[in-house]
């Protein structure tokens, strides 16, 4: 049986993982998540998986070192699946440090704690051991020239405080590749999209401010482009590195999905339009008359575009995911847990929003 330690399990794309896991493999795997809980993390997101045998929750930080260490003593880890980071752009921009001190620290803990615990006095590694770090396209920094993509090769270039602690995190795990054989992969994946997203991320934020009749926040010209991924797609690419992947090798994740942000509120307006009952009494008012354009976010990627073509050539990974089913199958959910995204944007979330939006 397999043990996987998932950290940041109980965030966005770290809870669909785990869901994802368990529907495929059932009893015949044990996750430990550890999570220390932050903003973003939420127990609820796992609610229907939490009494399942195979799963443990370590609430913790991956800082903290005794308690990383204490985590592979106990359990017998085979596969770490790391989420755990501090991930959105703006809140980087507001406040850098959590950033390194998660993304970066973090990481170099949890690279310490598994090599301590797996390395053999040799220097080798049991088979099987192995340390997913989940990485993001913003590494490579902005593209600008239409038909230019991101690959495996591509120089590191982080433009914001966020890409930037992400990128020294991979660095330090290519240098715990090379120089302790430490077995691991990266991969470095697009914008992620579905169900338990946090709205401060574009999609669900505007999900949930049209649903409310509240104003569409557009930063600059609304025409930087972003290549979105069903984050379905994402965890079983996650799934297949873990089972398949080459160790030691960098997989680009992305979704051949490329779309300018005001297409995208223009996608979501249209398909809330569609979705939402006639009798509805939210729907006369979710038109473009709700899109407002704001001032720019601070060093603005303009462009990001992944090609996914080694994961599809070496493990036979494609999105199976067209954006029109995906956005359908995301805003189906946020009706279906109104309830969510009312406890979620209650307290802390109405500061973060005066902050960055002032109102
Ligand atoms: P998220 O913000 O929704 O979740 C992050 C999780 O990490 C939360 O559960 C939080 O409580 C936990 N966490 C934060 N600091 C921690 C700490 N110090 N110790 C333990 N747990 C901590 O993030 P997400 O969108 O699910 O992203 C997950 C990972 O995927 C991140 O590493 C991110 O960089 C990467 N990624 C995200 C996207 C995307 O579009 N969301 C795309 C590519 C890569
Ligand atoms: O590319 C992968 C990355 O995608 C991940 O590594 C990050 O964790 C994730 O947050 C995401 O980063 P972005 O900055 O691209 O995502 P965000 O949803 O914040 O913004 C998407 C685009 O929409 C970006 O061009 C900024 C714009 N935007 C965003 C918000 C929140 C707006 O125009 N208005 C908004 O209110």
């Not at 809980?37 to 796992?46: I, M």
């Not at 989420?83 to 406040?95: G, K, L, N, P």
């Not at 405080?161 to 077995?183: I, N, W």
């Not at 297949?240 to 979704?255: A, Q």
Request: hydrophobic share 35%; glycine share 8%.
């Amino acid at each position: 049986m397999k043990t996987y330690l998932v950290t940041g399990g109980a965030g966005f794309i770290g809870s669909n993982y785990i869901h994802h896991m368990f529907a495929s493999y059932g009893d015949a795997i044990r996750i430990i998540n550890v999570d220390a809980l932050t903003y973003a993390g939420n127990p609820e997101n796992l609610t229907a998986i939490a009494d399942n045998q195979g799963y443990t929750f370590v609430h913790a930080d991956i800082c903290d070192k005794e308690k990383m260490t204490a985590i592979f003593a106990e359990h017998d880890i085979d596969i770490v699946v790391h989420f755990a980071a501090e991930s959105h752009v703006d809140r980087s921009i507001i406040d850098p440090e959590v950033f390194v001190r998660t993304n970066v620290l973090g990481t170099l803990v949890l690279l310490n704690a598994a090599r301590q615990a797996w390395e053999m006095t040799d220097g080798t590694y049991p088979p099987g051991k192995r340390f997913v770090h989940v990485s993001t396209d913003e590494v490579y920094g902005s593209l600008t020239e239409e038909g230019t993509y991101f690959y495996e090769t591509t120089p590191y270039d982080p433009r914001s405080p966020y890409s930037a602690s992400k990128a020294g995190a991979d660095m330090l795990v290519r240098s715990y590749m090379e120089t302790y054989q430490f077995p691991a992969n990266i991969t470095n994946c697009s914008n992620n999209y579905g169900p338990y997203q946090f709205p401060e991320k574009l999609i669900p934020l505007m999900i949930n401010n049209a649903l409310q009749g509240k104003k569409l926040p557009i930063y600059g010209d609304g025409l930087n482009v972003r290549d979105w991924l069903y984050v379905e797609d994402h965890v079983q690419a996650i799934d297949l590195v873990c089972e398949k992947g080459k160790l030691f090798e960098t997989y680009n994740i992305g979704g051949h999905n490329e779309k300018k942000n005001i297409e995208i509120v223009k996608i979501i307006l249209d398909t809330l339009g569609e979705m939402l009952p006639d009798d509805d009494e939210r729907k006369n008012g979710i038109n473009e008359s709700l899109i407002e354009y704001v001032t720019d976010r601070k060093g603005h990627d303009r462009r990001y575009a992944i090609a996914p073509d080694k994961i599809k050539i070496e493990l036979g990974w494609e999105p199976q995911t067209y954006f029109a089913e995906g956005i359908r199958r995301t805003i189906a959910w946020y009706f279906a847990n109104a309830d969510w995204m009312e406890r979620v944007t209650s307290g802390e979330y109405q500061n973060y929003y005066q902050q960055v939006y002032g109102k």
